[in-house]
């Protein structure tokens, strides 16, 4: 690292303050004839100040009177710039240390942490071992979080082995577990979707702590595993409003759930805690998946007494909520009404418009949002492709489709590979929608193949309906009861109507039924 030049600027007076114990003298007194001791002393003052910034004098003083820093006056000066934020300068105190402590190390790779910086305190961490120090239980709990946690606003990928690793780490060396360490553990397992691990050291714990719970809550809704979920959530002797914010937004997932996310904000409140920003955007996130307008309004009216009715993630919620209820107009008067509008305000009113019918103004949004310099993510490119295919624009879903990584950068997933697949067979291009399938970079998966069976359906070719029936059965022969109707529909429009009773047979034989019909219709309960 280059060696940074420090510029002094001789004060015309000091004006430093006492310290708290009267009994030592001014700062200015002992930075004039400075010792180790009087320059701890003054640096430990800055630190634990609010202008932490104005300790940087003492450095300039130091150096312009060639006084030699040892080991604590040099750790001193690496903790005032970290709580400065000059993070560069903080590495170089720790580069020139004359001997690098455990505390040193641990001070560095927390100051990297807290500024996203996951790699590098990382790298730290490794250095630490190589240098022949043993990592205690606080620097372990920063690596864990580095692998796997949101630091500083920046999203950090999970490393799976790091976090087996570490945990290897702690039983070989015999570190003391404490419920920070045990934490940090259960987080990093879970977030990297490895909640049996996690489970296995949450058993361990003496002393369940909420912190702990509500990972695990996360962690079982998160892979569907609701009674494993309700389980952990009963044993939690200490609640608070977060373990319960877990659950609700865990059961509004589902629409086999989300009623029970209504009841559990309704007891909430009944046990006295009062509604957050997560919780009212959880169960608006319910009234969505269950179409209950009648319920949303409750909530909206509560929202309306509260801080948050305001907040951008709120006014997206209420934007799906009401074009899952066919309220378009209400969403859109929502939307046009919002103080702050995000990727996902956008994105939920152009799928809701998709959705009710109403393609043409989902495309202009679309249009207009771009011209906003909002950039359009994954969810809102396959709300365009929905529209597109729902208004029969082939031309225009293509180019919106070759936009996406040409002038975004975004990889098409699957679910937009089969939504392209959907808009060209609709539109009666069956052998482009073929030609499509094969050209896909990777594998088509089932989605795809259901889009194209069912638009064979939709225009009677059996030949291209038995092949991509074949290839859909392929990867999920149980999963997919409307492709076995869609077959079946095909080959009794074609009039083949022995095949149509095998595949009946077949049905049968397996357990699956048609689904029954359903709507969106909201219930009759109430908070």
Known sequence: MKNVKFSYVRPTHYNFHKLANPNLPLIQDYISHPTATTLSYALQHYISSDTPSHGQKIHTHVIKTGFKSNTNVSIKLLILYLKCGCLSYARQMFDELPQRTLSAYNYLIGGYLRKGLAQESISLARRLILDGQRPDGFTISMILKASS???????????????????????????????????????????????????????????????????????????????????????????????????????SRSAETAEKGLEFYVEMQRVGFRPNLSTFASVIGACSVLATFEIGQQVQCQLLKSEFVAHVKIGSALIDMHSKCGRIEDARRIFDHMPEKNVFSWSSLIDGYGKNGKPNEALELFNRMQDCSVEPNSVTFLGALSACGHAGLVSKGREIFESMERDYSLTPGMEHYACMVDLLGRAGSLNLAWDFVMGMPQKPNSDVWAALLSSCNLHGNLEMANIAAHELFKLNAEGRPGAYVALSNTLAASGKWNVVSEVREIMKSRGISKDTGSSWVGTESSL
């Open 149 to 251: 946690s949101i630091c500083g606003g920046y999203n950090v990928v999970v490393d799976r082995n790091l976090v087996s690793v570490v945990h290897g780490q702690i039983l070989r060396s015999n570190v003391e577990s404490d419920d920070v360490l045990y934490t940090a553990l259960i987080d990093s397992y879970v977030k990297s979707e490895r909640v049996s691990c996690a489970r296995k050291v949450f058993n361990l714990m003496i002393e369940k702590n909420v912190i702990c719970s509500t990972s695990m809550i996360s962690g079982y809704m998160n892979q569907g595993c609701v009674e494993d979920a309700e389980e952990i959530f009963e044993k939690t002797v200490e609640k608070d409003i977060v373990v319960f914010n877990a659950m609700i937004e865990g059961y």
